[in-house]
């Protein structure tokens, strides 16, 4: 690379010595594909950026954990959910046996349940739902008042 290039420094945070997590560790965590992330990431401050040659495609990510709880909670999920498994929709919908639709209409508006929106006018959404968050709304559905 050439020329200067900046750094925010979160020497406060101490993010050397955090945990830092790969794109694809994200992407499997999160259940959201690895392009998605990817795109979080790239002008994310305090994200490790390696560029290897000249082509964007060849730059890998390294991502502090306050960066990605950081990240997490401003995609609708709260900080304290963030190490739980989480579920797709399309995960969802055997368990329960309901249709796809019925499962995101029950998830979409719901706290704490992660909406990436895809595309240009946000059409397309990705919902990734922790598991408190699936076990409360299972039992709302099982006790209802």
Do not use: C
């Amino acid at each position: 690379m050439r020329g200067p290039t900046t750094t925010q420094t979160i020497s406060a945070s101490l993010a050397h010595t955090q945990t830092h997590h790969r794109i694809r560790d994200l992407a499997d965590r999160l259940k959201f594909s690895e392009e998605s992330i990817r795109q979080l990431v790239k002008d994310e401050p305090g994200v490790v950026k390696i560029r290897r040659g000249k082509k964007a495609a060849h730059t890998s990510y390294s991502v502090p954990k306050s960066v990605a709880i950081r990240m997490y909670v401003r995609l609708g999920g709260d900080a304290s959910t963030f190490e739980e498994e989480h579920y797709r929709i399309a995960d969802i919908v055997p368990l329960w046996g309901f249709g796809r639709e019925t499962v995101r209409q029950l998830l979409k508006d719901e706290a704490g349940v992660l909406k990436l929106a895809l595309g240009v006018k946000g059409a397309n959404s990705t919902y990734s739902v922790p598991d408190s968050v699936l076990k409360r709304i299972h039992n709302r559905l099982l006790y209802v008042v």
